[in-house]
Antibody, heavy 124, light 109 residues
């Protein structure tokens, strides 16, 4: 059974750094084709992809947020950590982690399991 | 940067067929997938690799991808299908990254 759970602060102040942890079970991030992604969704708005880390430790970031995002993984704990610097009120959103699978083709990525999401509010 | 465009809303009567489109430059050269999301819930994958359904997704859901447009078709639409639908692909032309469409609100009248 595949599960993912996001954890981190519910409230951060502007300019602070946000650290979110995705703890997963039921699969190995070392298996070829397995990835973990972060996606966020501001209240009432669309999904926005943030970052992806794959089985080979390659990391991909949203072009618009690349300078503020960092991904890391702890394979022994089955965790992926996302840090986002210089938080702003516009970054208020529900943050999801999702298992991402890559098929045989290089453009074949899809999110087959999602965590429940964690709401992060950026405010003084 | 690569963009996927979806209509903001689609309405359908119960029992009829709903069609939701997703447009992007040469989208058929990439794989598309679809998610639905009900209020307060996480997204759920309903179509991947253009046409495939994950286990547990009803056969009423089908997908296609041709030219610049991927299409999600829901036949015999039910009230429980009312949700937001998002398309998604991977773009490697300008930068390697995931791209989501802006979402379509499906209303079952």
């Amino acid at each position: 059974q595949v599960t993912l759970r996001e954890s981190g602060p519910a409230l951060v102040k502007p300019t602070q750094t946000l650290t979110l942890t995705c703890t997963f079970s039921g699969f190995s991030l070392s298996t070829s084709g397995m990835c973990v992604s972060w996606v966020r969704q501001p209240p009432g708005k669309a999904l926005e992809w943030l970052a992806l880390i794959d089985w080979d430790d390659n990391k991909y970031y949203s072009t618009s947020l690349k300078t503020s995002l960092t991904l890391s993984k702890d394979s022994s704990k089955n965790q992926v950590v996302l840090t986002m610097t210089n938080m702003d009120p516009v970054d208020t959103a529900t943050y999801y982690c999702a298992r991402t699978k890559r098929g045989a083709a290089v453009t074949n990525y899809y999110f087959d399991y999602w965590g429940q999401g964690t709401l992060v509010t950026v405010s003084t | 940067s690569y963009e996927l465009t979806q209509p903001p809303s689609v309405s359908v009567s119960p029992g009829q067929t709903a069609t939701i489109t997703c447009s992007g430059d040469k989208l058929a050269s990439k794989y598309a997938c679809w998610y639905h999301q009900k209020p307060g819930q996480s997204p759920l994958l309903v179509i991947y690799q253009d046409t495939k359904r994950p286990s547990g997704i009803p056969a009423r859901f089908s997908g296609s991808n041709s030219g610049n447009t991927a299409t999600l078709t829901i036949s015999e639409t039910q009230a429980m299908d009312e949700a937001d639908y998002y398309c998604q692909t991977w773009d490697s032309t300008t930068a390697s990254r995931v791209v989501f469409g802006g979402g379509t609100r499906l209303t079952v009248l």
